[in-house]
């Protein structure tokens, strides 16, 4: 079992903790503060609620989570070490002298630090090729983005790891190849924060109006293309050099205060915090971190359908988790043909609920063409086999809810294979929460050419799996329910 160690952990640490923990890590905190667990305890609640549903494969299992009293215990056995203290450079230097007495040779240690240079954290360490910057965005058991700064004193080898680990747990290493103060993205987020200020200082816009301003425009294209993309597209079929030839001149005109900071008088400070409760204080903090994440996870999953910018990683990490999660891709790949095929292990997502709190009768079906998109790969009709011009049509659909089941629940739905001769395939799902049934689903498909669109064989090797299946599969009990209609006699 791999392990992390946490060392503060407040909302950064505590986001760490979770993301590590729900990636089949061991997590091992160390935090001074008496509320550390209770704190800790609230984030993960939240992870575990939302992080699950992000994908459409399960999570490995979670890994320990325990608290230590001093740092020597909590890095003992640690691969990755994170440092998540307040942003003071004599703190910080007082945690690395105490890691590198007690930190496993090989470990890495990483700090949140979203300001202080690499540079400034290995200065006078013995261990210092060892420490970088790995710098997330809160919330991290959701948002991906790891800004990864090393300098010339961290080797090859170390900042190849720290990518790997960083990967390993659903997250993209931006490697930051020189130094700066604040990295990358906290330069962008400062200068936009500094022209918020005035703006509220002059009278011109209330907090909530430049968050509509953000949230309700640019923030929506930034999500999912970036700056300079968007701007690509905004130049239209001339692209970016007539966007800059443009919008370039506009560099000279006075919009901009970014060199200038309204100064921080009570007077403003009570003015924003006034109009951030006027605006927000109807919800606790718990209750925006929620709704935070569910239109996070919204949002992700969306551009996972077209695998684009956050979902397009989630679907690579989806991918990667496949195996663990009992998903295979060939026949050959099935251990023993005489049982029903897994063919779909996942976390019930957030978006997947309806107005009673539970599964929507949508996504059950939505579950179950996933299963049978899932025994299509199994059987060689996979993107390549669609793309030369055969696939299998769904022709009818029968499904009985038996059970319910919620957001964050864990559901396994295994495959069994009626018939496979022919054009026809016919498939018997059922679905699980453990060993507690959910819902069966009786599907009817026929093999089509796409050029046609007209019933047709398949492919020999498509058909000669699919009915091995099917004849492995004849030993099996018929399904209680099968090729009943709705009212028929039990």
Not at 130 to 137: C, D, G, K, Y
Not at 153 to 161: E, H, L, T, Y
Not at 317 to 334: F, M, S, T, V, W
Request: with cysteine.
């Amino acid at each position: 079992m791999k392990t992390a160690a946490i060392i503060g952990g407040g909302v950064i640490g505590g986001g760490w903790a979770a993301r590590f923990l729900l990636n089949g890590w061991d997590v091992r905190v160390f935090d001074p503060d008496p509320e550390a667990e209770r704190k800790i305890g609230e984030v993960l609640s939240n992870a575990r609620r939302s992080l699950p549903g992000l994908g459409n494969v399960a999570l490995p299992a979670e890994g320990a989570l325990t608290f230590h009293a001093t740092i020597a215990e909590a890095v003992e056995g640690a691969a990755w070490v994170q440092e998540s203290v307040p942003e003071r450079l004599d703190l910080k230097q007082k945690v690395y002298a105490e890691l590198q007495q007690h930190c496993a040779e090989d470990a890495l240690i990483g700090s949140s630090t979203s300001g202080f240079k690499p540079s400034e954290l290995q200065e006078g360490r013995g261990n210092a090729s060892r420490i970088v910057v790995a710098h997330p965005f809160n919330p991290v058991y959701l948002l991906p983005l790891i800004e990864l700064v090393g300098t010339d004193v961290n080797p090859a080898d170390v900042i190849a790891r720290a990518k790997e680990i960083i990967s390993g747990i659903g997250m993209y290493p931006l490697h930051v190849r020189k130094e700066i103060d604040a990295h990358i993205a906290d330069r962008f987020l400062e200068a936009v924060w500094r022209e918020a200020l005035w703006l509220v200082k002059d009278g011109i816009a209330s907090t909530e109006e430049i968050d509509n301003a953000i949230r309700y425009g640019f923030g929506i294209r930034w999500a999912q293309m970036g700056l300079f993309e968007t701007y690509r597209v905004a130049g239209g079929e001339a692209g970016m050099k007539h966007f800059m030839a443009q919008f370039g001149p506009c560099l000279t005109a006075p919009w901009t205060k970014l060199m200038d900071v309204p100064e921080f008088t009570d007077e403003l400070v009570d003015l924003i915090a006034d109009q951030s409760d006027e605006q927000s204080g109807m919800h606790s903090i718990r209750e925006l971190e929620r709704i935070r994440d569910d239109n996070l996870v919204g949002m992700m999953r969306a551009m996972s359908a077209n695998d684009w910018g956050a979902g397009a990683l989630q679907n690579v990490q989806d991918k990667a988790r496949e195996g663990e999660a009992g998903l295979l891709n060939h026949i050959d790949q099935i251990g023993d043909l005489s049982k029903p095929v897994l063919t779909l292990n996942r976390t019930v997502p957030l978006d997947w609920t309806d107005y009673n709190g539970h599964m929507t009768e949508s996504r059950y079906l939505d579950a179950f063409a996933q299963s049978t998109d899932r025994l299509m790969l199994l059987i060689g009709c996979d993107a390549e086999y669609i793309a030369s011009g055969g696939s299998y049509f769904t022709a009818e659909t029968h499904i009985r809810h038996i059970d319910e089941v919620h957001a964050g629940h864990s559901i396994q739905v295994r495959t069994q294979v009626i018939l496979g001769a022919g054009k026809k395939m016919h498939l018997w799902h059922e679905m699980y929460e453990g060993d507690r049934l959910l819902a069966t689903g009786e599907h009817m498909l026929l093999h089509v050419d796409l050029a046609t669109r007209r019933s047709a064989p398949p492919a020999e090797h498509v058909e000669a799996a699919l009915v091995k299946l099917a004849t492995a599969h004849d030993a099996l009990p018929a399904p209680d329910g099968l090729g009943r209609a709705i009212g028929a006699p039990r």
